[in-house]
């Protein structure tokens, strides 16, 4: 006879597999972690049959722990080297008390079925753990930390069976980096810096329990370096009046500060005051004196360093004052401008200007303008006059000191008032007679011809004369001559007339 096909046999086995439930692969293993000496559970992931059969057993001693013959009756059955500390529960789940080392290793269940005939079978990985108790931070270094060394930190389990550890510092957990190593229970950070420093920590877990370390205080200390000295104000200082804080910093841990002058400590002055922290100086009216040579020192234990010297921006007294003039001609009045130009050295200057002593205001035909470097002042006269004769001076001042210039005239020429006169004043007994041509700047040259007579001087001629007919047969020629210019009047005289007479013709050349 022929055999019957095995698909047939096969698939009503496989039907019966689902309908039982048992779904799960056959042989599967299944991790079970158990804490000592607690209990453990091993669930069976299927549910059971009406009828069925259960045994258990440690795969990896064979021993049989428990068998449950629970069909119409039948009570559990323990080996007695388990009885007393395991127990089969109703679904079929064995638990196992007061578990230690010796019990990890391999379990094993089967399940069956004694209508269908079909069985399951699931395999257990049993590994147990201590409880984790508090481990210990250590810091792996025996010199001060400083930035830019290493620095290792050990979260030290003391033997206990560990599977993770987390580091870290000030509540936040460590991430691991190329400079920041994580390798088991060691945290290694490749050059460290001060933003290392904080209050470290480390957790340690396995599968069934966990702790934490106490904290530890971690400092990383920095060497002294930007030592820098600046002030306060950097504005313009006036020596002998002006206060000035002068303000030392610099980045280190725990720094200090000294100053010195003339690379000797700092002596006691009323005028200097320091910080507390001595950081600071200030100092009261301050002078060249004070700060041309000081500095200040900033120190902690790894090094020391000093600052740079400071330069302040002290204001210079008035000095190298000068006046004087963009021409050195004549000037005529009333036509020509001038510039006059006051320089000086020193700080913040001020410039006043003088004619004859008496204060110069900017007024037309007077212009005044300040500023430039060195600083200087112009007073520009457009146009000059007459009145501009005289000496013209500056002062030169600031908060310090005041100078004033030396004396500046200018060359100035102007003409006559008007023409030039020819009169005749009759005295007693006689006539004065006369030719002036006065207020010119250079005085007039004034020729009177009288009689043939030529008399000469400046501005004015007079000439008396005794009533007669000498007078009446005479003529009265006045010339007046003025750089370039020149104007002449006559004065006639005729009978019956006195000899107060009026000049007939008058021309200018």
């Given at each position: 006879?022929?055999?019957?096909?095995?698909?047939?046999?096969?698939?009503?086995?496989?039907?019966?597999?689902?309908?039982?439930?048992?779904?799960m692969?056959?042989?599967?293993?299944?991790?079970?972690?158990?804490?000592?000496?607690?209990?453990?559970?091993?669930?069976?992931?299927?549910?059971?049959?009406?009828?069925?059969?259960?045994?258990?057993?440690?795969?990896?001693?064979?021993?049989?722990?428990?068998?449950?013959?629970?069909?119409?009756?039948?009570?559990?059955?323990?080996?007695?080297?388990?009885?007393?500390?395991?127990?089969?529960?109703?679904?079929?789940?064995?638990?196992?008390?007061?578990?230690?080392?010796?019990d990890q290793g391999?379990?094993?269940?089967?399940?069956?079925n004694?209508?269908?005939?079909?069985?399951?079978?699931?395999?257990?990985?049993?590994?147990?753990?201590?409880?984790l108790?508090?481990?210990?931070?250590?810091?792996?270094?025996?010199?001060p930390?400083?930035?830019?060394?290493?620095?290792?930190?050990?979260?030290d389990a003391?033997?206990?069976?560990?599977?993770?550890?987390?580091?870290?510092?000030?509540?936040?957990?460590?991430?691991?980096?190329?400079?920041?190593?994580?390798?088991?229970?060691?945290?290694?950070?490749?050059?460290?810096?001060?933003?290392?420093?904080?209050?470290?920590?480390?957790?340690?877990?396995?599968?069934?329990?966990?702790?934490?370390?106490?904290?530890?205080?971690?400092?990383?200390?920095?060497?002294?370096?930007?030592?820098?000295?600046?002030?306060?104000?950097s504005?313009?200082?006036?020596?002998?009046?002006?206060?000035?804080?002068?303000?030392?910093?610099?980045?280190?841990?725990?720094?200090?500060?000294?100053?010195?002058?003339?690379?000797?400590?700092?002596?006691?002055?009323?005028?200097?005051?320091?910080s507390?922290?001595?950081?600071?100086?200030?100092?009261?009216?301050?002078?060249f004196?004070?700060?041309e040579?000081?500095?200040?020192?900033?120190?902690?234990?790894?090094?020391?360093?000093?600052?740079?010297?400071?330069?302040?921006?002290?204001?210079?007294?008035?000095?190298?004052?000068?006046?004087?003039?963009?021409?050195?001609?004549?000037?005529?009045?009333?036509?020509?401008?001038?510039?006059?130009?006051?320089?000086?050295?020193?700080?913040?200057?001020?410039?006043?200007?003088?004619?004859?002593?008496?204060?110069?205001?900017?007024?037309?035909?007077?212009?005044i303008?300040?500023?430039?470097?060195?600083p200087?002042?112009?007073?520009?006269?457009?146009?000059v006059?007459?009145?501009?004769?005289?000496?013209?001076?500056?002062?030169?001042?600031?908060?310090?000191?005041?100078?004033?210039?030396?004396?500046?005239?200018l060359?100035?020429?102007?003409?006559?008032?008007?023409?030039?006169?020819?009169?005749?004043?009759?005295?007693?007994?006689?006539?004065?007679?006369?030719?002036?041509?006065?207020?010119?700047?250079?005085?007039?040259?004034?020729?009177?011809?009288?009689?043939?007579?030529?008399?000469?001087g400046?501005?004015?001629?007079?000439?008396?004369?005794?009533?007669?007919?000498?007078?009446?047969?005479?003529?009265?020629?006045?010339?007046?001559?003025?750089?370039?210019?020149?104007?002449?009047?006559?004065?006639?005289?005729?009978?019956?007339?006195?000899?107060?007479?009026?000049?007939?013709?008058?021309?200018?050349?």
């Open positions: 006879m022929e055999r019957a096909p095995r698909l047939p046999i096969i698939f009503p086995i496989f039907t019966l597999l689902v309908a039982l439930g048992f779904v692969p056959v042989n599967s293993m299944e991790q079970v972690n158990g804490m000592l000496g607690h209990s453990v559970n091993f669930k069976i992931p299927i549910s059971l049959p009406s009828q069925y059969r259960i045994d258990w057993n440690c795969g990896h001693t064979g021993k049989v722990i428990v068998i449950a013959r629970l069909m119409s009756t039948g009570s559990p059955q323990y080996n007695p080297l388990y009885k007393g500390r395991c127990e089969l529960i109703e679904n079929g789940t064995l638990r196992l008390d007061n578990v230690s080392f010796a391999t379990y094993k269940t089967k399940v069956f004694p209508v269908t005939f079909a069985s399951y079978v699931q395999h257990y990985q049993l590994t147990i753990f201590s409880k108790h508090t481990p210990i931070l250590v810091l792996n270094q025996r010199s930390l400083i930035s830019g060394t290493n620095m290792t930190l050990q979260c003391e033997g206990q069976t560990v599977t993770s550890y987390t580091f870290y510092r000030d509540g936040q957990k460590i991430a691991c980096s190329e400079r920041v190593i994580c390798r088991g229970s060691f945290l290694d950070i490749i050059s460290i810096t001060e933003y290392e420093s904080g209050s470290y920590t480390c957790d340690i877990r396995n599968p069934v329990s966990a702790n934490s370390s106490d904290s530890m205080a971690v400092t990383v200390s920095v060497p002294v370096s930007s030592v820098i000295l600046t002030s306060d104000p504005g313009l200082l006036w020596p002998g009046r002006d206060s000035v804080s002068l303000y030392c910093s610099a980045h280190g841990t725990n720094v200090t500060y000294s100053w010195s002058l003339e690379d000797s400590p700092l002596l006691d002055n009323s005028r200097y005051q320091l507390k922290n001595k950081s600071t100086l200030t100092i009261n009216h301050v002078t004196a004070d700060t040579h000081l500095t200040c020192t900033a120190s902690n234990w790894i090094n020391t360093e000093t600052s740079n010297k400071l330069n302040l921006n002290f204001a210079s007294p008035v000095s190298a004052l000068t006046l004087t003039s963009n021409t050195s001609a004549v000037l005529w009045a009333g036509q020509d401008s001038v510039s006059l130009n006051c320089s000086a050295q020193g700080s913040a200057i001020t410039f006043s200007w003088r004619l004859n002593g008496e204060p110069v205001s900017p007024n037309h035909p007077y212009y303008t300040q500023g430039g470097s060195p200087s002042s112009t007073l520009t006269i457009s146009p006059s007459k009145h501009d004769a005289g000496s013209f001076t500056c002062e030169a001042s600031n908060l310090l000191t005041s100078e004033t210039s030396n004396d500046l005239n060359s100035l020429n102007w003409y006559p008032t008007g023409s030039i006169a020819c009169t005749s004043h009759p005295l007693e007994t006689m006539s004065e007679v006369e030719c002036s041509w006065p207020g010119g700047q250079p005085a007039a040259n004034v020729t009177m011809i009288f009689n043939n007579i030529a008399t000469m400046q501005n004015e001629v007079t000439r008396n004369v005794p009533f007669g007919k000498t007078i009446q047969k005479s003529n009265l020629t006045c010339i007046g001559y003025h750089l370039q210019k020149r104007f002449s009047c006559t004065l006639l005289f005729g009978i019956p007339r006195l000899p107060k007479g009026k000049a007939k013709t008058v021309t200018a050349v």
